[in-house]
């Protein structure tokens, strides 16, 4: 399991990037979700690693 917290603001971002934050639960600066470590999961958060900080659950 990761935990994921939003540490940048969605405003001004790609699209594609807001959505991607939205898909793993985060909306907003300090929301904190816990997902399954896999292909999936990793992929989003790579894709908005500028504005995400994760650990291990």
């Not at 999961?41 to 900080?53: A, D, F, H, P, R």
Request: no cysteine; charged share 30%.
């Amino acid at each position: 399991m990761k935990k994921i917290k939003l540490v940048k603001s969605l405003i001004g971002r790609k699209d594609s990037h807001i959505a991607t934050a939205k898909s793993l639960g985060l909306k907003r600066i300090g929301d904190e979700v816990t997902q399954p470590d896999n292909v999936a999961t990793t992929g989003k958060i790579k894709e908005i690693s500028y504005l995400v900080e994760v650990s291990e659950a």
